[in-house]
């Protein structure tokens, strides 16, 4: 096992486990119940996980869907849940969203007099620690809030970046994926952050969770790589279909539309339709969103549809010239030079008659 390849398995799970015990500690700390720690055994599913990829894949990614990053999503969804929910019972001092700490010298100043003598440096360190700790514990509680949305979907884009990749994702595949990412985190952040900030959502509870339910939801499409990668396809009798040809030769594009519409616009767009038609609530945010997430769905039906008759044009063209140089179920960036060999295999696959061309006779040397 190569020692980079190691290094970057176990360093991204550290700093997803370390993300995840934050949030179980603010858990806590705004419930008040020691209870909440339990929320931190789900990190033991992340170290099994992380046991048995290193055994088995040495310690490089699978193929289409990355189980660390969903575990993550286990480990650390259920804890900004709670502190979403706990949210109507979190006060600042001075205004929403300030941060209420006063970091002085005096305490570390304080700190360090108690230390001197005989405790020595080691009890020094200490009584700092515990100082720099009680100064984060003055931070309000939406602050920290949302900065743990903001870490989170920050760990996300640069966890999946750090995570080893497997033999079956390119490097230039996984930088597309990354950018992909970064557009996908701020919109989520976005639509969290500007819903559940409105002051009548904050008083209907139901609307909380559909809202939490919506975001979580949308948060599913961070695992999968399907956004980048191609359905290998072979001609087999049972992906003779139509259907199966678009499929195998658009998954990526058809992937990317489906996620915009059913998991992320097209229900980002329902809840803020929601919240202006029957809760009547308007500001000028949530209309401007609503208008992208419309704009967004259309274009998308548009990108549908103009990969339907791209596909229905290759079909009808190779059928009238009983061409079969560039196979209905590949890519469309695939390579369209095919070799004798697959010309054979595609015949029977397209079942499109073929016209014989007359072989140049040999010149004699």
């Not at 603010?26 to 929320?39: G, I, N, Q, S």
């Not at 700490?101 to 440096?121: C, K, L, M």
């Not at 497997?166 to 930088?175: H, K, P, V």
Request: net charge neutral; with cysteine.
């Amino acid at each position: 096992m190569e020692l980079m390849v190691l290094l970057n398995a176990l360093v991204t799970r550290l700093l997803f486990v370390l993300h995840s015990l934050i949030g179980v500690w603010r858990v806590t700390a705004v419930k008040k119940e020691p209870k909440y720690w339990l929320l931190a055994l789900l990190n033991l599913l992340l170290c099994l996980e992380t046991g048995l990829t290193l055994k088995f894949k040495q310690g490089r990614g699978y193929k289409w869907f990355s189980p660390a990053i969903f575990l993550y999503l286990i480990c650390t969804v259920p804890s900004l849940w709670l502190l979403e929910i706990h949210h109507g019972t979190q006060y600042c001092g001075n205004e929403p969203g300030a941060v209420q700490v006063n970091i002085s010298n005096q305490d570390f100043n304080q700190s360090r007099d108690s230390s001197h003598g005989s405790e020595g440096i080691d009890h020094h360190i200490i009584q700092t620690a515990k100082v720099f700790v009680n100064q984060l514990s003055r931070i309000c509680e939406t602050v920290w809030t949302l900065a743990l949305h903001q870490t989170f979907l920050l760990l996300l884009v640069v966890g999946r970046w750090l995570l080893p990749i497997g033999a079956e994702i390119t490097r230039d595949q996984l930088s597309q994926l990354l950018l992909m990412f970064v557009g996908t985190a701020a919109d989520i952040l976005e639509f969290a952050s500007e819903t559940l900030d409105i002051e009548d959502v904050r008083k209907n509870y139901a609307l909380i969770n559909a809202i939490l339910a919506v975001w979580t939801w949308s948060m599913l499409q961070f695992p999968l790589d399907l956004a980048v990668q191609h359905i290998g396809c072979k001609p087999t009798a049972s992906s003779r279909r139509i259907p199966s040809l678009l499929l195998c030769r658009y998954s990526a594009e058809l992937w990317n539309i489906g996620v915009s519409l059913f998991i992320q616009d097209g229900p980002f767009f329902i809840v803020r339709s929601i919240l202006m038609g029957h809760f009547r609530i308007f500001n000028q945010m949530l209309v401007f969103f609503t208008a992208k997430n419309i704009l967004v769905v259309t274009l998308q039906l548009y990108r549908l549809a103009v990969i339907s008759l791209d596909f229905r044009a290759t079909i009808l063209q190779k059928s009238r010239k009983g061409e079969v140089s560039c196979c209905p179920c590949e890519p469309y960036e695939a390579n369209t030079h095919a070799t004798a060999d697959q010309d054979t295999e595609l015949k029977d696959f397209v079942a499109f008659p073929q016209k014989e061309e007359p072989q140049a006779p040999s010149e004699d040397p």
